[in-house]
């Protein structure tokens, strides 16, 4: 059977999803990670962007035409290094009041997911009075997205699977 019948057959008979006002977002990016003396920061490429190839050799020179570029975005005033990076990010949004909220980076969408669910997805507060699991939308959408990952071989989206949803796993025989 695949997972992501499975998940569908255990949704229908033990679940209850709750309708949210924000949502999940899980995207690959280009992003600029850069070290800085506020830490690591992660900006999109989208937001600010510069050509490596076009910067001065000298450090100084170089880290105040990073400053220029990134100084909007960026907690840090100094930047110690810098390295264009590609990643998968999940977020929840609440559009029209809360942009977004922390986000899950990570090499692959599954590991994302997996952060969002560890993180952000509540997995303690579930179970109802009826016995059945109430989950919210945007958690639903990421446990069905692993469905799909893990019928695809992903090992990383069925062990999150199985650690959210034991329960789904014990009807298999």
């Not at 050799?57 to 264009?84: K, P, V």
């Not at 998968?88 to 969002?116: C, K, R």
């Amino acid at each position: 059977m695949r997972y992501a019948d499975l998940l569908s057959e255990f949704t229908e008979n033990r679940v209850t999803v709750k309708s949210t006002c924000y949502s999940l977002e899980c995207y690959h990016r280009e992003a600029w990670e850069l070290d800085t003396n506020a830490g690591t920061e992660f900006i999109s490429c989208d937001v600010a962007d510069i050509d490596p190839d076009t910067l001065p050799e000298d450090e100084d020179e170089c880290n105040s035409e990073m400053l220029a570029t990134f100084r909007d975005y960026i907690e840090g005033n100094r930047i110690y290094s810098a390295n264009r990076v590609s990643h998968w990010v999940a977020n929840w949004t609440m559009p029209g009041y809360l942009d977004q909220g922390t986000e899950h980076i990570a090499d692959s969408e599954s590991e994302a997911l997996a952060q969002f669910l560890e993180y952000d997805g509540e997995s303690d507060s579930w179970d109802d009075d009826s016995g059945r699991l109430e989950i919210p939308d945007n958690v639903m959408f990421a446990l069905e997205r692993l469905a799909e990952l893990a019928d695809m071989g992903d090992a990383i989206a069925l062990s999150t699977l199985q650690f959210h949803l034991p329960e789904m796993f014990q009807t298999v025989q």
